[in-house]
């Protein structure tokens, strides 16, 4: 197969890097060797997102939201 954009490596950054080319119309390959995407954040249960993270002026609902479709092609 052939591939615009590799990217090694399904950390957040290389996650979003994915979602940005394919968002750019680039057929893009995300290669990750652990069983899931999101590097740290995922496998040692860290949520930069937990409540004391966040600011009193945090608004969830700007959160971009990324579609199940978006992720499996």
Known sequence: MNYDVAIVGGGI??????IAASRCGLKTLLIEKNST??????LGLVNPF?????????D??????I??????D
């Open 60 to 65: 969830p609902s700007r959160m971009e939201r």
């Open 37 to 42: 995407i999101g590097g740290l954040t995922t």
């Open 50 to 58: 937990m409540k004391y993270w966040l600011d009193e002026n945090f």
């Open 13 to 18: 950054s290389g996650f979003h890097a994915a």
């Open 67 to 72: 579609s199940q479709s978006e992720m499996i």
